[in-house]
């Protein structure tokens, strides 16, 4: 420290600047390294997470409305009011199918990946079931028809159910997690930037 004690004074200032103005860079580089880290954080959170609810759950609203449509189709009256309920449940078809093609898009996770293989095919058989259903009903053949949705479609319907579920659960856990992961790493840059 003697070659230090024997500057000028203004050289010790400017010295003592320098070091806290380095002292003040290496504080902004970490936080600022800290709130981008936050920030990618809180988009995979969005991406991954809160869409793969959305995407999830509007799907399986899609298919709890093909579900009543199809059921509607046997208690209806009017024969005019067919078209319609049958024009629903392929209209709806098709959301649920886009919706899951969103979905897949944006899988980064392995255990995603994994609960999106077993909804996709239960969705195709139930889809097909569904086509099926509507084909018997347009050719009037309303008993095998009634066979269809009460043996087949039923089961599969409930496994479709759980498999939507399933990816929604599993989209709400790893949100909550990202959140916590997210409120740990705000916490320790606030205690490095102090």
């Not at 800290?34 to 991406?47: F, K």
């Not at 208690?75 to 969103?102: C, H, I, Q, R, W």
């Not at 009037?140 to 496994?159: H, Q, R, S, W, Y």
Request: hydrophobic content about 45%.
């Amino acid at each position: 420290m003697k070659w230090f004690a024997n500057r000028r004074i203004a050289a010790k200032l400017i010295l003592g600047f320098l070091i806290v103005a380095i002292i003040a860079a290496v504080v902004g580089g970490v936080g600022l390294l800290n709130l981008n880290r936050m920030a990618d954080a809180d988009v995979l959170l969005y991406e991954e997470n809160l869409l793969g609810v959305d995407y999830s759950g509007d799907a399986a609203e899609f298919f709890q409305r093909i579900r009543f449509n199809a059921v509607k189709m046997l208690a209806v009256d009017d024969s005019a009011e067919l078209p319609a309920l049958m024009n629903n449940v392929k209209k709806y078809t098709e959301e649920v199918d886009g919706l899951l093609t969103f979905y897949e898009d944006g899988i980064v996770a392995e255990t995603d990946r994994r609960l999106f293989g077993e909804a996709k095919p239960a969705w195709e058989v139930y889809k097909a079931l569904a086509n099926d259903y509507i084909r018997l009903m347009q050719s009037g053949e309303v008993e095998a028809a009634k066979g269809l949705i009460f043996n087949e479609m039923g089961p599969a319907g409930d496994t479709v159910r759980e498999t939507f579920g399933d990816l929604g659960d599993y989209n709400k856990n790893g949100a909550q997690e990202r959140s916590a992961e997210n409120k740990a790493l705000a916490r320790s840059s606030s205690i490095v930037m102090i």
